[in-house]
Every structure is written in structure tokens, then in C-alpha cells.
């Protein structure tokens, strides 16, 4: 019951944010009712302009799993530096946790499952093993599960149905049947696996002191 309750939680974000986030496992949460929780198919929603840029910012929190104070420490470091464009730099940082790069490589279902792998042991970078999710991985590292989570369930699900292809800054490879990937180069705003409008999300925090 508890697994079910969870499932209808995340697809009632994307409903309310109107879009598939992949992070959040499996798809389908627009197939059956493509609008908010709570309305039906005859009603347009009307948004004003604060919403749609809140709606930007809800749709980067929920799709990488994060709190709202680990979102905004991220925001605070990518701001750092004269001329760079923070957003830009934030989306590699996201990018390139090491949940994430898990997830993207299809070792795992979801984010949550790809955490859950981490801390329990089973992800090696540059063969040694990270247990922390937000870890950020360096370009040309690789990543890989230990021999014990290749018969992982939440592995071999993922194996078998493919959350989303393997991005071009990832390259996936296979020796003496265990799978691996490298990091090849830092992911960009084009990375986003959903719809996303970086000027928005720019404007949401541009007021605000992250």
C-alpha cells in the first residue's frame, strides 16, 4: 500500500507540473489525465507569471529529488564566479551526481533507486566505491555497480526497460558481461530529460537571494 501511496504522490507532481519527469521513475503519469490533480480535462488552467517561473523551479526540485535548502546551496555555489552562466553550470552540477549519472545510465529505475544503490555499497567510482548520492562526478571517471548489485532487481529492471536512452555526455559500455559508463564531458542546459525554460527559472531567482 505504502509503495502504491508513493507512486500516485510523484505522478500527481507531474500532473500538477504538467510534465513527465523521468527522475522520478516510470513513466505514464500524463496517459490516463494530462491536467492538475483536481481538475478535469474541461477546464483550462490559467497561470500568472510568478507561477510559471514557480513552476520551472518545482520541476528541477522534484525531478532530482531534492530538498528546497539543498536546491538553493546549489544555486548559491553555481552563482559563483564573474561571467559564467549559473544556470548553465547549476544543470552540470546536477547532472553529473552521482545519483543521476546512475539513474542516466540506466543502472537504476529512478533517482531514488539509484540512491539507494549508493548507500548501500554498490557504485564504484574509478573502482572504488562512493557512498554518497550527491557526489559529484568528474569528467573521464567511471562508474560501475559492484559484481553483487548485478543481480539486483532494481538493476536488472532497468536493464530490461530503459528509463530514457543514455545522453551524449555518457558513454555506456560492456566488458566480460558487466556494465559500465564514463563520464565523457560536463552536461549542459540541453541536458534537462524534460521540457525545461531556463529563462524562467532564471527570472524566478533573479529577486531572490538564493
Not at 505504502?2 to 496517459?31: I, M
Not at 488552467?45 to 525531478?63: F, G, H, M, T, V
Not at 528546497?68 to 555555489?77: A, G, H, N, V, W
Not at 527559472?201 to 537571494?209: D, G, I, L, N, P
Amino acid at each position: 500500500m505504502k509503495k502504491n501511496s508513493g507512486k500516485r504522490q510523484r505522478y500527481k507532481v507531474q500532473r500538477r507540473l504538467g510534465c513527465e519527469l523521468p527522475g522520478l521513475g516510470k513513466a505514464g503519469a500524463l496517459e490516463r489525465r494530462p491536467y492538475p490533480p483536481g481538475e478535469n480535462g474541461n477546464k483550462r488552467r490559467k497561470y500568472s507569471d510568478y507561477a510559471l517561473r514557480l513552476e520551472e523551479k518545482q520541476k528541477i526540485r522534484c525531478n532530482y529529488v531534492l530538498k528546497e535548502e539543498q536546491l538553493r546551496r546549489f544555486i548559491r555555489d553555481a552563482k559563483q564566479g564573474v561571467g559564467t552562466n549559473w544556470v548553465n553550470k547549476l544543470i552540470g552540477r546536477l547532472e553529473s551526481r552521482l545519483d543521476n549519472i546512475v539513474f542516466r545510465l540506466n543502472f537504476a529505475p529512478s533517482i531514488r533507486a539509484a540512491r539507494q544503490l549508493i548507500s548501500h555499497g554498490h557504485v564504484l567510482v574509478n573502482n572504488k566505491k562512493v557512498d554518497i548520492s550527491s557526489y559529484v562526478v568528474g569528467t573521464g571517471s567511471t562508474i560501475a555497480l559492484t559484481e553483487k548489485a548485478q543481480n539486483n532487481q532494481s538493476y536488472l529492471r532497468a536493464k530490461q526497460s530503459p528509463r530514457l536512452e543514455v545522453p551524449d555526455y555518457l558513454r555506456k559500455e560492456e566488458k566480460e558481461g558487466k556494465e559500465f559508463g564514463t563520464l565523457d564531458a560536463v552536461p549542459r542546459i540541453e541536458h534537462v530529460p524534460f521540457p525545461f525554460d531556463a529563462g524562467l527559472f532564471t527570472e524566478y531567482y533573479a529577486a531572490r537571494k538564493a
